[in-house]
């Protein structure tokens, strides 16, 4: 029996929920997922950014956790054999860095492709302002992917960055951002990974009635 709960918002728009769901499961934890109910009240906070709202949120063992890299620390310390970051010292502050980055920045980028798993926009006109932003994430996956050969950003094996960065692969074919071939691999990659398909078959049995928002949450 799961004595671990990760509380979840929608799994179509929802990036963050995405990630700490990602890291849950890579860590090989037994959790029970809890889905806080969209009404109107809640989107606002979400919308807002209210700290009542902590989703993804965490709780085991007593213990509640929320913010996905504080998640990430977490279920490093209790799952040490995982392998959520490289056992390399190097290559684990590289891993971190990257991470860190995807975490704090990037406002542009998720204002004006927000995460949409249901649809596709072949023809997306991306606002200038947000072009650095995909700019600066192709020049991470590209220096990431040939210093470790790939598949997974750090090697053999997916780690806390693939699991902040998928949902930009997401949000990338849903607007049709071009790569190249190398992060297109890296973004297949991804799109086939059973953790990913899992994630993606519940978004997509999710009821429509949820309103598409414009920023993320």
Known sequence: MAHATLTL???NYSSWSLRG??????????FKEVMVDLDDDARQELLLLSPS????????????????????????????KAGLWPADQVTRAHCRSVSGEMHSGFY??????????KTVHPRFKIFSGARPDVERIKAIWTECLELSGGPWLFGKTPTVADAMYAPVCSRFRTYSVELEPQLA???DTVFSWPLMVEWTEGAKAEPDEIIELEVEF
């Open 9 to 11: 918002s929608s799994k």
């Open 21 to 30: 769901w990602l890291l849950c499961r890579m860590a090989g934890l037994d």
């Open 53 to 80: 709202v902590l989703v993804p949120r965490l709780t085991h063992n007593g213990v509640t956790v929320w913010d996905t890299l504080a998640i990430a620390e977490y279920l490093h310390e209790i799952k040490p």
């Open 108 to 117: 542009n980028l998720r204002s004006a492709l927000p995460m949409n798993l």
């Open 185 to 187: 691999a890296y973004c």
